[in-house]
């Protein structure tokens, strides 16, 4: 019979692909696992944490992600705009997001460390006091995100139009403002 509730367990190199699981994991640390193309749909994970797993197009439908960690991850192409959105917050560092969506979802204070967020989609997001450190940001998109007190000194090969977002308050070095200009296409020298 599958247990529909596991607490305070470790998960070591275990293929999540080939086996049933449960519902609700709560204070339980994931290491080296596989969940790739698992369909984890309305699973609940809470103060958990993810290393170095593959995450790689899992279904995420409202599924719960609450004060989960996630560490050297890859999880291409996954759509956190499905997921359940009541007490969602989660942190990732030295994780590959490329192809992710956070369409419409409110991930105020988020920090993402050394991660690969090209291509994300950012639109209609609330970054409010989000950290991007050291991140790179090739292609997302951010469309009328808030970004206000973000954190964006050490991000790189952004681009985000101050006209068509809210960044006020929000910090970025100088040497990546050219990311704020990108639509009047000028030429900056350094």
């Known amino acids: 019979m599958q247990e529909l509730y596991t607490q ?49 197009l899992a279904e995420i439908n409202k599924t719960a992600f609450r004060e989960v960690e996630f560490t050297d991850c890859k999880m291409l192409g996954l759509r ?3 997921c359940e959105e009541f007490g969602l917050s989660f942190s990732f560092n030295k994780c590959q997001l490329n192809h992710s969506s956070f369409y419409k979802t409110k991930i105020k204070k988020t920090i993402f460390k050394n991660a690969h967020l090209q291509e994300v989609d950012f639109t209609d997001c609330d970054l409010t006091n989000s950290i991007f450190e050291n991140c790179e940001l090739t292609g997302a998109v951010f469309d009328h ?8 000194r050490t991000a790189y090969n952004f681009s985000i139009d101050p006209e068509k977002n809210r960044i006020k308050k929000a910090t970025f070095s100088v040497s990546e403002l050219s990311g704020l200009l990108d639509k009047y296409d000028i030429q900056i020298e350094k």
């Not at 049933?20 to 290491?31: G, L, Q, T, V, W």
């Not at 995100?145 to 964006?152: F, G, H, M, Q, R």
């Open 8 to 56: 305070d367990e470790i998960f070591d190199g275990t293929d999540f692909t080939q086996q049933a699981m449960s519902k609700e994991y709560e204070n339980c640390i994931f290491n080296n696992c596989n969940f790739s193309q698992k369909n984890l749909s309305e699973f609940g994970f809470t103060d958990c944490a993810f290393n170095g797993c593959n995450l790689s």
């Open 80 to 82: 956190f705009d499905n």
């Open 145 to 152: 995100s808030i970004l206000e007190k973000a954190d964006l």
